[in-house]
């Protein structure tokens, strides 16, 4: 028997004001695409926005339903979105960030498992890493260089 260790590193950032100028402002599209959140039964309204290598911004927020869980997380949004605008095209680095109207804003929040997965599959089918930005409305800021390291062991195609 043998014991592995699975880490990675990712960038602490003490406020958004430590971002670069291009970063600050993608932080600051998935703050204001958590606003368009349909989140009448958690209160928790997450946006993401993505910065395609084609230089084009798009965003989602997460939409709820009475019949939880048909919902949808605003990163599967805005994967969907990417992959129906602008077909095969790269992210480049997304942003996800949060209002919580029960209570702090104030940290990062990584995505769900489901969007893990999800995020993983894109970037592999368009054969790039997706540089995440992960951040509340104030507070720390994470900097993670891939999807790959929110998902050891993971799931993909090639397993079958």
Same mark, same amino acid.
């Given at each position: 028997?043998?014991?592995?260790?699975?880490?990675?590193? @990712?960038?602490?950032? &003490? #406020?958004?004001? $430590?971002? #670069?100028? &291009?970063?600050?402002?993608?932080?600051? %599209?998935? &703050?204001?695409?958590? $606003?368009?959140?349909?989140?009448?039964? #958690?209160?928790?309204?997450?946006?993401?926005?993505?910065?395609l290598n084609n230089g084009e911004i798009i965003t989602g927020s +997460?939409?709820?339903? %009475?019949?939880?869980?048909?919902?949808?997380c605003a990163e599967r949004v805005l994967l969907g979105t990417a992959?129906?605008? @602008? !077909? +095969?095209? !790269?992210?480049?680095?997304?942003?996800? #960030?949060?209002t919580n109207e029960k209570g702090l804003s104030n940290h990062p929040?990584? !995505?769900?498992?489901?969007?893990?997965?999800?995020?993983? $599959?894109?970037?592999?089918?368009? +054969?790039?890493?997706?540089?995440?930005?992960?951040?509340?409305?104030?507070?720390?800021?994470?900097?993670?260089?891939?999807?790959?390291?929110?998902? !050891?062991?993971?799931?993909?195609? $090639?397993?079958?």
């Open positions: 028997m043998s014991v592995e260790k699975y880490s990675f590193d @990712f960038e602490v950032y &003490q #406020s958004q004001q $430590e971002l #670069s100028a &291009q970063d600050f402002a993608l932080l600051q %599209a998935a &703050q204001k695409a958590a $606003e368009n959140a349909y989140a009448p039964y #958690s209160n928790f309204h997450v946006g993401a926005a993505a910065h +997460n939409q709820e339903n %009475a019949s939880y869980p048909v919902g949808t992959a129906t605008l @602008f !077909p +095969n095209m !790269p992210i480049q680095t997304m942003a996800i #960030s949060y929040i990584s !995505p769900c498992g489901m969007c893990r997965q999800y995020l993983l $599959e894109y970037e592999s089918r368009v +054969n790039q890493p997706i540089r995440l930005i992960l951040g509340g409305k104030e507070g720390k800021i994470y900097i993670i260089k891939t999807v790959t390291s929110l998902l !050891p062991l993971n799931f993909s195609a $090639e397993d079958f």
